[in-house]
């Protein structure tokens, strides 16, 4: 069974904090996903990483930033958080070479709140 | 660009009524569609993908590129389907997947 572990499922932020998300997955794949997810605008793509040291920019990359040194670690990174990044996040792993992603294989999640 | 549309954000059926959550995409290569699912209190989880033709939990999903949709349907919704459902896009384009807002299902008693 793929496993995907976030190392924290709840934290509580003040505004100009520095923000660490860890995500660990155990099968070896190639990419590595972050993902927010708020009410009523579904999954929203940060960054991914398609291999290690690796990164590219999803449709929301504002505010943020990732880092993958090893394979099987990917890390969300808020550099100063703020009010309007309190969600709940999602990390996800899945198999694919190149330009391809198959399925994807979460975490349960980080909800992040920034006071 | 990619896009991937759920009309409904809420659905609510009673229990043994049909049920069918719609989702449309566009997209310009080919496409490869996924059903992902989250329940109350878990982790989101892949419920079907469009490739491999079968039926999970009672739910099927075909896709019409006609009509670029991927509707998920079940004939006789039980209350532990109420859950939170996603259609996403994924494939070739850069490595991304793309989500749809989700609709939430209510299957009331």
């Known amino acids: 069974d793929v496993k995907v572990t976030q190392s924290s499922r709840y934290l509580v932020k003040r505004t100009g904090e520095k923000v660490f998300l860890e995500c660990v997955q155990d099968?070896?794949?190639?990419?590595m996903f972050w993902y927010r997810q708020d009410p009523g605008l579904g999954l929203r793509l940060i960054y991914f990483?398609?291999?290690?040291?690796m990164k590219e920019k999803g449709d929301i990359p504002e505010g943020y930033s990732v880092s993958r040194e090893k394979k099987e670690r990917f890390s969300l990174i808020l550099e100063s958080a703020s009010t309007n990044q309190t969600s709940m996040y999602l990390c996800?792993?899945?198999w694919g070479t190149g330009w391809y992603t198959g399925e994807l294989f979460f975490g349960e999640g980080s909800r992040l709140t920034v006071l | 660009a990619q896009r991937v549309t759920q009309p409904e954000k809420l659905l609510s059926v009673f229990k043994g009524a049909p049920v069918e959550l719609k989702c449309n995409y566009s997209?310009?290569?080919?496409?490869?569609l996924f059903w992902y699912v989250q329940y109350s209190r878990q982790r989101l989880q892949l419920l079907l993908r469009?490739?491999s033709r079968e039926s999970i939990k009672g739910f099927t999903a075909d896709l019409n590129k006609g009509e670029t949709s991927f509707h998920l349907k079940k004939p006789f919704a039980q209350e532990e389907d109420s859950a939170m459902y996603y259609c996403?896009?994924?494939?070739?384009?850069?490595?991304?997947?793309?989500f749809g807002d989700g609709t939430t299902l209510t299957v009331k008693p």
């Open positions: 996800a792993s899945s």
């Open positions: 997209y310009s290569g080919s496409p490869e």
């Open positions: 469009h490739i």
């Open positions: 996403a896009l994924g494939g070739t384009n850069a490595g991304k997947s793309t």
């Open positions: 099968m070896d794949h190639e990419n």
């Open positions: 990483s398609y291999d290690v040291k």
